[in-house]
């Protein structure tokens, strides 16, 4: 298959202690710490790692401040493996590292790696859910999450300079595999690696017409984890950047929150899963960013 998911996010950052915090509340629990490194692995078994920004074996940052510094894409056989990672060699420097990862940079400049995905027993917890005609739990009360258990990063979106924005974009077409499932003329252009049954594994946004990392998404099991979670870091006194909703592309629930480590990070649940005849779509004139986003009159959560 190839790619098939996010296996690593480097971020480096101005204020370590401060995003061990953030991620704390968030749901990712207490990071495997060194004097300047923090790493969290989730429960799906991929890797989150903080440095700090002056480290100087990280990759080019792609704006001031604390930002993304490399993706690492995950690949499920050695052998596709060494064909994307010689297809890459052709016309770019790669190192590779004792732990096997290859590294290079993408045609935005952005650091990437490669490497074989980490295996992982864990399950994303499921809850059964009844509507008239479709009873499935029985005699089973729900209880309080309190706060969310994040599974994965499920994607990963990028801002890219409008100049080149094809070349961006046909850099993980041609060269990574991924594929085309929703083309918004007039934003960017979502991808799913071509081993993930997500709508977007991957979104390349031009808007901006700049780099630097949007956000970074990470599943959680369902519609009351996203809020549940989402009002344990407004509990926590982080800033959310965008309230509840639905998007329209994915049909994710969505949730984010402006993180210390750069850009935003999504809870995100019930996003499409597409294959092979699923688009790529064309929009011309891009639809609404939600089907639906939470309206309030500023009441707090009543528990
Ligand atoms: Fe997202």
Not at 38 to 45: L, V
Not at 175 to 190: A, E, I, K, P, S
Not at 244 to 254: A, D, K, P, Q
């Amino acid at each position: 298959m190839g790619i098939v998911r996010i296996e690593e996010a480097h971020y480096g950052v101005e204020d370590l202690e401060l995003c061990i915090r953030f991620f704390a509340d968030f749901g990712l629990g207490a990071p495997d710490q060194k004097e300047r490194t923090a790493s969290y692995r989730t429960a799906a078994g991929q890797l989150l790692c903080l440095h700090d920004r002056r480290e100087p074996e990280l990759p080019p940052a792609p704006e001031p401040g604390s930002t993304i510094r490399e993706v690492v894409w995950g690949v499920d056989r050695q052998s596709d493996l060494d064909v994307l990672v010689a297809g890459l060699g052709r016309d770019r420097e790669i190192t590779e590292d004792p732990a096997g990862t290859f590294h290079t940079h993408d045609d935005c400049g952005y650091g990437i790696g490669l490497r074989l995905v980490r295996d992982s027993a864990a399950q994303l917890w499921f809850r059964e859910a009844n509507s008239t005609g479709h009873e499935r739990r029985w005699n089973e009360p729900l209880q309080r999450l309190g706060r969310a258990r994040p599974y994965r990063m499920c994607h990963v979106a990028y801002h890219i300079p409008l100049a080149g924005r094809e070349q961006s974009v046909t850099f993980y077409t041609e060269r990574l595999g991924f594929h085309v499932t929703d083309q918004l003329v007039d934003m960017g252009t979502f991808m799913r690696a071509a081993g993930d049954a997500d709508q977007h594994t991957l979104l390349l946004g031009h808007r901006a017409d700049r780099r630097g990392i949007n956000h970074i998404a990470f599943e959680v099991a369902n519609f009351d984890e996203v809020v549940e979670g989402g009002n344990h870091m407004v509990a926590c006194g982080w800033p959310e950047s965008r309230r509840l909703g639905r998007h329209t592309i994915g049909s994710n629930v969505f949730r984010f929150f402006q993180a210390p480590c750069g850009g935003r990070v999504e809870y995100a649940a019930d996003m499409d899963r597409v294959d092979e005849t699923y688009g790529p779509h064309v929009y011309q004139q891009r639809p609404p960013h939600h089907m639906w986003m939470l309206t309030t009159n500023g009441q707090k959560e009543e528990l």
